[in-house]
């Protein structure tokens, strides 16, 4: 079984910096995409950025300049680098993977893990 487990949420004040990881685990033979979006309260899930296997990235308009999103393929694992914080920030970040795992035959699917919340104050 696949498991996506994020670490690293957490209360920092505006203008700090937190670092959130995630960990794919299981029978993996490779991840294409992988991604952390966020949801706020009474607001849509939204994509925050987004890492392909050949380090492609995107990010949302909000955090650009501030956020910086990179993988380690060998270890199946995603980071987000956050800094100068901001109240908006305010949500539960959760990882997204886009693999390709053994579970008897090859199959492709997309994971999410459970999210951590991440609180900034003013």
């Known amino acids: 079984q696949v498991q996506v487990v994020e670490s690293g949420g957490g209360l920092v004040q505006a203008g700090g910096s937190l670092r959130l990881s995630c960990a794919a685990s299981?029978?993996?033979?490779?991840?294409?995409?992988m991604g952390w979006y966020r949801q706020a309260p009474g607001k849509q899930r939204e994509l925050v950025a987004q890492?392909?296997?050949?380090?492609?990235?995107r990010y949302a308009d909000s955090v650009k300049g501030r956020f910086t999103i990179s993988r380690d393929s060998a270890k199946n694992m995603l980071y987000l680098q956050m800094n100068s914080l901001k109240p908006e920030d305010t949500a539960v970040y959760s990882c997204?993977?886009?693999?390709?795992?053994?579970?008897?035959?090859?199959?492709?699917?997309?994971?999410w893990g459970q999210g951590t919340q991440v609180t900034v104050s003013s």
């Open positions: 890492i392909t296997r050949v380090g492609s990235t």
């Open positions: 299981g029978s993996i033979f490779s991840i294409a995409v």
């Open positions: 997204n993977a886009d693999l390709t795992a053994f579970n008897g035959v090859y199959g492709k699917n997309n994971y």
